[in-house]
């Protein structure tokens, strides 16, 4: 099983990031042996993959990584590095490679303190791998400081750093950035591609794949997640029994309030389960007494690590309530098609009986305004609104219509 093997309906992808992997390869291969180095013209030292939520961005770069730290004996024989197998392969795909660092967002922006060591450590040579890769995960979260230390560090990189930079599309990164990258375009993968590979690659029953993959409508983490966990299926399925509780201004005020509550839940638990771990290694690094007590000079270190979890937790919650709103979308999406009589396939098919309900009870043009509703609501949330202030008006405006 080579790295491209799990990349979902990215054949073209895969095929060019192979073929820069393969020159990339010759070159550090030629410099090892002090010989003249070969044209590679397929690599290049800054990349930019863009795409729809879903479609793999962070997952594609990072088997990129993993092919360019690729240290499999069958190179010497011919074979395409990114056998999946070696130790730069593995290390490099679980996220423990020396010699491939990554940045994602704990809040709501990748602040310049957040990749300032990643930045400086751009500029030195690869410790014990073949490339020195800086993977950005949220590179369209970066703030103006941070995206200006990347621009620099892009701008003149080492001789053997590659940065992968993934966002959503080409305008959420900065001209000056993205003109100095090459840009990958991902799409989303089909529902039967992301069912065969939960199938295929996470044991789940062929029908709940199928059921899994068509409500997520190609987002491959979403479709493994419904699958595999059943408090997963619970909240959705409790998410789309919310248009028919906006009858009145109560039932919408309640239905806000426990959406919100549900998500900061989701937050809660996250934290419980990594900010505790995070704290107790943190204090045994910096050599805290048996009792807990942390040595004097380290007071700033500690509260740095409870700004960022708290940074997470209003993340968490925010991706949590946009998930939410995502599933709701798609329930809307699946109205509007029955009013339309459209022949696409149903994503909420579970559904359908409510779905019908809705249709014959209301017109496209209010099907609509309600999509609306929920776009505001999710750009309210991105502008930092308070989540209950921002889920009620929405819902309030779903019953309007």
């Known amino acids: 099983m080579t790295v491209w093997d799990d990349l979902v309906g990215q054949e073209k992808v895969s095929e060019q990031l192979a073929a820069a992997a393969r020159d990339a390869d010759a070159l550090v291969t030629a410099v090892a042996a002090d010989a003249p180095l070969p044209e590679v013209s397929k690599m290049t030292h800054a990349w930019l993959f863009t795409g729809p939520p879903g479609a793999g961005r962070t997952q594609t770069a990072r088997a990129f990584a993993a092919a360019l730290q690729c240290v499999s004996p069958d190179r010497a024989l011919g074979g395409a590095p990114g056998c999946g197998f070696c130790d730069g392969c ?53 703030n103006e400081k941070s995206a200006n230390a990347v621009l620099k560090a892009v701008e003149e990189p080492a001789p053997r750093t590659v940065w992968l930079l993934c966002a959503p599309s080409l305008e959420d990164v900065l001209p000056t950035i993205r003109s100095r990258c090459r840009h990958l375009n991902l799409r989303t993968p089909s529902v039967d591609a992301v069912a065969d590979l939960l199938v295929r690659r996470e044991g789940i029953e062929p029908g709940v794949a199928a059921a899994a993959a068509r409500a997520t409508q190609g987002h491959v983490d979403r479709a493994r997640r419904l699958a595999s966990d059943p408090a997963a299926r619970e909240r959705r399925a409790a998410v789309l029994k919310l248009p028919l509780r906006v009858e009145d201004i109560g039932g919408c005020l309640k239905a806000a309030q426990e959406l919100v509550d549900a998500a900061a839940e989701d937050a809660k638990q996250l934290a419980e389960e990594m900010d505790g771990k995070e704290t107790d290694e943190l204090k045994a690094a910096m050599g805290a007494s048996q009792g807990g007590r942390m040595p004097r000079g380290t007071a700033g270190v500690m509260k740095d690590l409870e700004e960022m979890q708290k940074r997470r937790r209003t993340r968490t919650q925010r991706d949590s309530l946009d998930l939410a709103l995502t599933d709701l979308t798609g329930f809307y999406r699946d109205v509007l098609a029955l009013q339309l009589g459209s022949r696409i396939a149903l994503a909420n098919a579970d559904a359908e009986d409510t779905l019908e309900r809705l249709a014959r009870g209301s017109s496209p043009e209010s099907t609509l305004r309600r999509i609306e509703a929920i776009a505001a609501c999710r750009d309210a949330l991105d502008r930092n609104v308070a989540p209950l202030l921002a889920v009620e008006a929405m819902t309030m405006a779903l019953r309007s219509g």
């Open 90 to 142: 593995h290390t490099a795909l679980v996220g423990t490679h020396a010699d491939v660092s990554t940045v994602a967002a704990v809040g709501a922006e990748i602040l310049v303190k957040d990749m300032r060591d990643t930045v400086r450590k751009s500029f030195t040579s690869p410790a014990n791998g073949r490339w020195q890769v800086i993977l950005v995960e949220d590179a369209e979260r970066l």
